[in-house]
């Protein structure tokens, strides 16, 4: 028996993650003694705040180790309603947050909850590796939208009208974005929301976790607009802005009644996320960004460095990006040529893979992202390595034959 044959349709049509991939190939090369620098990993190589990690242990001390209510504590949920004030101008209460292990399971949640076996779900491209896959998994189909690195990677009006068709049931996008660092303005986001005025039956996910790592202007949300607003699900977190990765914190804000159905699929599947992580969000929302503004700054150093490192490597074109900690240069120049083997490099999945096995640098290959021409650069490490890995690139390239 193949070991396809008893598995479901529904995971046998399901890529693996292409960036936890490329992950676990460079953790396979290190394991063998080779010294390999990762690009690949969408994490922040900072330590959670003290502070958090002292919530935590007093959560442990005042025995918060028990089930907690599918849609998150009260005062955690509190906490996301007052930063949503706070920080965005945004109304919500309690009723309309549902807290959940990580971001990924509130995409996850929303997409369960809204999409019915042949819905059009239109996602921008390039987007984060799991969007298509998760729409796979709810048995819709994805409609992309393409775009290129001269326009920053942001749609216009007119594409997304035309990607519009009477199946279209939901557009998901993601400001700043993953792989691209692309920032949407407020007067980028004004226009696309006129279009979602034409179209009443669409909703729309505002991805927005990295909303934090932003070196533009002020961060601004789609569900700003009061005539969208109830069609609007704001999906955020804490593993970005708080490096709470490990902790699997995330959040929805949304109309009461898509609210209620994430909260009713998760009391089936999951319960509640852990009551620790949940005891120290409410901290780390509650105590302020100075930890979120010292961690911007260094991003801030090293997307400049990498950008100019960038410049400097014949066959590579770069934008400076607004915001998250990518890059997703322009690579395709070095598709048909050889390396020292003779191997020709066919795509960008090719020159991941090339540049881990001989550069001995993991980055991860466009596909995956839905542009084949692009790989992505994450800068979530020191300076050091930074400047190691670009140099290991440089030279890795320039190895490359016709």
């Known amino acids: 028996m193949s070991t396809t044959s008893f598995l479901s349709d529904r995971i046998n049509n399901l890529s693996e993650s292409a960036t936890l991939k490329m992950t676990k190939l460079g953790r396979e090369l290190a394991s063998k003694g080779i010294n390999v620098i990762s690009l690949s990993v969408g994490e922040p190589d900072f330590n959670t705040p003290e502070h958090v990690k002292q919530a935590a242990k007093q959560a442990l001390d005042e025995n918060f180790t028990r089930y907690s209510p599918v849609p998150g504590y009260p005062d955690l949920r509190q906490a996301i309603v007052d930063k949503l004030k706070k920080e965005n101008n945004l109304d919500y209460d309690i009723s309309q947050i549902?807290?959940?292990t990580g971001a990924k399971q509130s995409l996850s949640n929303v997409i369960?909850?809204?999409i019915n076996p042949g819905d059009e779900v239109v996602i921008p491209t390039p987007y984060w590796v799991s969007y298509s896959e998760m729409v796979t998994l709810a048995e819709g189909k994805s409609v992309f939208i393409n775009t290129e690195i001269e326009s920053d990677f942001k749609i216009t009006p007119k594409?997304?009208?035309a990607a519009i068709t009477p199946k279209t049931k939901l557009f998901m996008f993601s400001s700043p974005c993953n792989p691209t660092?692309?920032?949407y303005s407020e007067a980028e986001l004004a226009a696309l929301a006129k279009v979602f005025e034409k179209h009443p039956n669409i909703f729309i996910i505002s991805d927005e976790i990295y909303?934090?790592?932003?070196?533009g202007t002020a961060h601004a949300s789609i569900a700003q607009f009061d005539?969208?607003?109830?069609?609007?699900?704001?999906?955020n977190g804490f593993s970005k802005a708080f490096a709470m990765t490990g902790w699997r914190l995330g959040y929805i804000a949304a109309s009461k009644e898509i609210a209620a159905a994430n909260d009713k699929l998760q009391g089936q599947t999951t319960s509640g996320t852990c009551s620790i992580a949940q005891r120290a969000g409410i901290v780390a929302y509650e105590q302020g960004l100075d930890s979120v503004n010292e961690m911007k700054e260094a991003f801030a150093r090293r997307r400049q460095l990498v950008y100019d490192l960038l410049q400097d490597i014949p066959g590579v074109k770069t934008n400076l990006p607004e915001g998250a900690f990518y890059f997703f240069p322009e690579i395709s120049s070095f598709f048909g040529k050889k390396d020292a083997d003779g191997n020709v490099i066919k795509d960008s999945a090719?020159?991941?893979l090339y540049l881990l096995n001989v550069g001995h640098v993991a980055t991860v290959g466009g596909d995956s992202f839905g542009n084949n021409n692009y790989i992505r650069?994450?800068?979530a490490a020191s300076d050091d390595s930074l400047r190691e890995a670009l140099r290991r690139i440089k030279e890795a390239l320039g190895k490359l034959v016709d």
């Open 377 to 379: 650069l994450s800068y």
């Open 227 to 235: 005539s969208i607003k109830d069609r609007v699900i704001i999906v």
């Open 181 to 183: 660092g692309s920032v």
């Open 211 to 215: 909303e934090h790592i932003n070196f």
């Open 159 to 161: 594409q997304l009208e």
């Open 350 to 352: 090719d020159l991941a």
């Open 98 to 100: 549902v807290v959940s």
């Open 112 to 114: 369960l909850t809204l």
